[in-house]
């Protein structure tokens, strides 16, 4: 169907034929004609064979030049739209060929114009995409990095169990039988008051760093320092040992631990002290306390302040628990002997074990 559009006298191949005719076979033809029938000298002819020869050729380079021009004249409006000083589509009258390859060019013109639009519709999302993910993992390391001070306070485990809680709350408040932990410092007014202020912070720091790591590997969870003295509990973190085994372990660990930066502080020639730890298993009321612009996160209870009252009496490197804590660990470890206290705003002496380490 396209080769005959290319037959007619519109086209450039139709115009070739044409240019053909008048300068091979219509001069000649012509001329013989008149030659034979029209009994013409041959004087005649060769001024009629001229004449036609050169009206002939005339008329063949006007077709040829016409073509030329509208040859010229689209390669002239493809560079404007290549340079990019033209953005519509090339409108000329030309030959059927120059007609096709125009509409031809246009068509694909218009298929780049909407596949680079596409693209930068493309490329404005991806920008979009690019800036959502750059966001999000600038939330995502912000997050990290608070994940990481958190855990430095409370451990690893309550961290996700913060991050895990529903419906927007903390934690619940509720009642459960927990082990409480506490270790004080022996003697630490006497070595605070010898000391500078900047040494008694290096000291605690570095005995509380130690400290906490223990609590932490026991799945304990650091509830507050007070002064030289610092709070744990156990059994809000699951684990496979029973929660009074963990909280023995981590008293038997922190002993240890004080011994060995004790030898390390008198080598250096630095105060050296001991610390008393008393543990107690028992039911508490476990939650949030405090107002809306600052809340803590303990423990209060009959069970608390018994674990604190056995740190009390607790020499240093010595380790006192209660009689649940000696029950639910009964076996594990080995107890140098038990004994009965009075305690204040207790009525019922109070059992107690001293574990040997």
């Known amino acids: 169907m396209m080769k005959s559009n290319y037959q007619n006298s519109l086209s450039f191949c139709g115009k070739t034929r044409i240019v053909l005719a008048l300068l091979g076979i219509i001069p000649f033809l012509l001329v013989i004609y008149l030659f034979v029938y029209g009994k013409i000298d041959i004087t005649d002819m060769i001024s009629l064979f001229s004449a036609l020869a050169l009206f002939s050729i005339l008329t063949g380079f006007s077709l040829l030049r016409s073509s030329a021009d509208q040859l010229v004249n689209l390669a002239k409006e493809t560079s404007l739209v290549e340079a990019g000083e033209k953005s519509e589509p090339i409108k000329i009258k030309a030959d059927q060929e120059l007609n096709d390859i125009a509409s031809h060019f246009n068509s694909v013109f218009t298929k780049l114009n909407e596949a680079n639009r596409d693209i930068k519709d493309q490329s404005i999302q991806l920008m979009i995409y690019a800036k959502d993910i750059s966001l999000a993992h600038k939330r995502t390391k912000q997050e990290e990095a608070l994940r990481n001070r958190l855990s430095r306070y409370v451990g690893e485990d309550l961290v996700k169990k913060v991050i895990n809680s529903k419906n927007g709350v903390f934690l619940e408040n509720e009642r459960k039988e927990i082990t409480i932990l506490f270790a004080d410092i022996r ?39 007070v002064g030289d003295q610092l709070m744990a509990i156990f059994g809000l973190i699951p684990s496979k040992n029973n929660d009074s085994s963990n909280a023995i372990y981590a008293a038997i660990e922190m002993q240890n631990a004080t011994e060995e930066l004790m030898k390390k502080r008198s080598k250096e020639n630095r105060d050296t002290f001991e610390i008393g730890i008393g543990i107690n298993t028992g039911s508490a009321i476990v939650g949030n306390l405090g107002s809306e612009n600052r809340m803590d996160y303990t423990a209060i209870g009959n069970s608390v302040n018994v674990a604190a009252r056995l740190q009390q009496i607790a020499k240093g490197g010595k380790i006192i628990i209660g009689e649940q804590t000696y029950r639910q660990s009964q076996g594990n470890f080995h107890i140098e002997k038990k004994v009965k206290l009075r305690l204040k705003n207790k009525i019922e002496p109070v059992i107690c074990y001293e574990v040997s380490r």
């Open 187 to 225: 003697s630490f007014t006497t070595i605070a008051e010898r000391l500078k202020a900047e040494e008694v912070v290096s000291m605690l720091n570095q005995f509380f760093d130690i400290m906490v790591n223990i609590i932490f590997k026991n799945h304990g969870i650091l509830d507050k320092f």
